[in-house]
């Protein structure tokens, strides 16, 4: 079955304690993206990758790392989380870009992590 | 990039027909209209994608306009399972820019009642 897995789906943790969030697909997607989920601001992108070793910043990146080694996993990587990280994070992919004008946006997303940095 | 608007909430009940217009006068040549649907603390789901007149699937209806720069998700017969946020995006295949071209902004929360 296709899909987008994230773990863990539910994390609790302290100010400053370095933690990851893994997100693995099985579609062979080169594009892959983490997304964070606060209430009245709707879903916002931090970090892309549009293939292995090429990532970008989305629109809020602070306090975010992230790498892409291999295609199919792109973990989020928390240095030093702060309570303000605090939120509820999505990964998606979706195939690449470009060809013919058809079907080349739809994102798979996975089932949300839900974190919260007491 | 193309910006979109839509409703923040709409209400209707069990049966209807709910329609969700989304505006986005600035939309590109290459651009798809393409909407996602959220059930609470699950990921958006992908619900139709469309770039000009009417497309229908088993979901739902998009109906897009001559000039584009709005469209319209029909869902027909709504169900209480319906109650959802509901995404309008716009962007094409070669949309760049430091979040991809495809913003999701805040939604429509679409809530069915009995």
């Known amino acids: 079955e296709a899909q987008v897995t994230q773990n863990p789906r539910y994390l609790i943790t302290v100010t400053g304690k370095k933690l990851t969030v893994t997100c693995s697909q099985n579609?062979?997607?080169?594009?892959m993206s983490w997304y964070r989920q606060d209430p009245g601001l709707g879903l916002r992108q931090i970090y892309y990758?549009?293939?292995?070793?090429?990532?970008d910043k989305g629109d809020v990146p602070e306090g975010y790392k992230v790498s892409r080694k291999e295609k199919r996993n792109f973990p989020l990587i928390l240095e030093s989380p702060s309570p303000n990280q605090t939120s509820l994070y999505f990964c998606?992919?979706?195939?690449?870009?470009?060809?013919?004008?058809?079907?080349?946006?739809?994102?798979?997303f996975g089932a949300g992590t839900r974190l919260s940095v007491l | 990039l193309a910006k979109t608007t839509q409703p923040i909430s709409m209400d209707s009940y069990e049966g209807q027909e709910v329609n969700i217009t989304c505006s986005h006068n600035?939309?590109?040549?290459?651009?798809?209209i393409t909407w996602y649907q959220q059930f609470p603390s699950q990921g958006p789901r992908f619900i139709i994608q469309?770039?000009?007149t009417k497309v229908t699937n088993e979901v739902a209806s998009l109906f897009i306009p001559a000039d584009r720069k709005s469209s319209t998700l029909s869902l027909p017969r709504v169900s209480l399972s319906d109650t959802a946020v509901y995404y309008c995006?716009?962007?094409?295949?070669?949309?760049?820019?430091?979040?991809?071209?495809?913003?999701f902004g805040k939604g429509t929360h679409l809530i069915i009642q009995p």
């Open positions: 995006l716009v962007g094409g295949p070669y949309s760049g820019g430091g979040a991809d071209g495809l913003t």
């Open positions: 998606a992919s979706r195939p690449p870009s470009g060809g013919t004008l058809s079907g080349k946006n739809i994102q798979y």
């Open positions: 469309g770039y000009k």
């Open positions: 600035n939309i590109a040549t290459n651009d798809y």
């Open positions: 990758s549009m293939n292995v070793e090429v990532t």
């Open positions: 579609m062979n997607h080169e594009y």
